[in-house]
């Protein structure tokens, strides 16, 4: 049964969200307005808006995140279980982690808003999970709408030695999407600096940080071009930014001006770098998924 704390109003009138961020410090703000429009906030045993001004005497109900209601199954995601780390294919839409950086020091918030990889990870860890590893195992991350092979730490010691090598760039990755328009060249390297400007966009700009890409041409077809992609620097947005300002931007990003399609398509596809402590060589691999292989095979014979 999901825990429920019950509270008696008094004083002045008082926002709902305000008052209950209060009673709940380790909830931001903004999760508490969620739960809120979630239905999870009632006052006087209704539902009602963020903004509602309580009067004395008025009893809020909150009922507290409960790790039980995710929905998917980390198992079905999970395609590699090592001593040390586990790897997933993560589908598009899903979320790596919640927006407000408060599940960091109160993981409980992590199952206040919408399903993610992490509440997963803290509802039901795999095998030999430490759960004292910070950010629940996250090494690296990858946009909601961006599906693929991620790899997770199972300890600290795993993780620590993972964001070195990510940061030394000793872990290799490959990706699939399907580009706008038909890429000229078979092979081509994107070497334009990326960085956020005036309105909060990421986008190439000669003040922006170093940005590598390399890219191989997989197939050219009625308009789209299916490419392979490689990133040498791991960017926010890096590859979406690369291919716009190539004159291909992904199909489905509406951010960056691609073709209207169901989700953005871009797949992470292999992970490939020396274990920290053996040195043996590691390789992951996430097949494309079927909406993936359906938008090709849509926009490659569409007439």
């Known amino acids: 049964m999901p825990d429920k704390q019950v509270y008696t109003f008094s004083g002045y009138s008082r926002r709902l969200d305000v008052f209950v961020t209060d009673e709940l410090p380790d909830f931001?703000?903004?999760?508490?307005?969620?739960?809120?429009?979630?239905?999870?906030?009632?006052?006087?045993?209704?539902?009602?808006?963020?903004?509602?001004?309580?009067?004395?005497?008025?009893?809020?109900?909150?009922?507290?995140?409960?790790s039980t209601a995710q929905k998917t199954k980390l198992t079905d995601l999970i395609i590699a279980d090592g001593k040390d780390y586990f790897v997933i294919n993560k589908p598009a839409g899903m979320l790596v982690h919640p927006q407000s950086p408060i599940w960091e020091t109160n993981p409980e918030a992590a199952f206040a808003v919408e399903e993610t990889l992490v509440s997963l990870v803290l509802a039901n860890p795999p095998k030999g999970f430490?759960?004292?590893?910070?950010?629940?195992?996250?090494v690296h991350r990858l946009d909601r709408e961006t599906s693929g092979v991620?790899?997770?730490a199972k300890n600290a010691d795993f993780q620590n030695a993972m964001t070195e090598l990510f940061a030394e760039r000793e872990v290799h990755k490959t990706y699939h999407s399907i580009a706008c328009g038909e890429v000229p060249d078979d092979t081509g390297r994107i070497e334009v600096p990326?960085?956020?400007v005036a309105g909060g966009k990421i986008k190439a700009s000669d003040v922006g940080r170093e940005a590598i890409t390399e890219y191989k041409v997989l197939k050219r077809q009625n308009g789209f071009t299916y490419i392979e992609l490689y990133p040498r620097t791991g960017r926010t947005n890096q590859l979406r930014v690369h291919l716009s300002w190539l004159g291909y931007p992904v199909l489905g990003d509406w951010l960056y001006k691609g073709a209207t399609a169901d989700r953005l398509m871009l797949h992470a596809r292999k992970l490939e770098f020396k274990h920290p402590f053996t040195g043996r060589k590691m390789s992951f691999e996430a097949p494309v998924p079927d909406d993936f292989q359906a938008a090709w095979e849509r926009v490659s014979t569409k007439k």
């Open 28 to 66: 931001s703000r903004s999760i508490i307005q969620k739960m809120i429009k979630d239905g999870k906030v009632t006052v006087n045993g209704k539902t009602v808006k963020p903004s509602y001004p309580l009067e004395e005497g008025d009893t809020v109900e909150v009922t507290l995140p409960d």
């Open 194 to 196: 990326i960085g956020r």
């Open 150 to 152: 991620m790899l997770l």
């Open 130 to 138: 430490d759960k004292s590893t910070p950010r629940a195992g996250l």
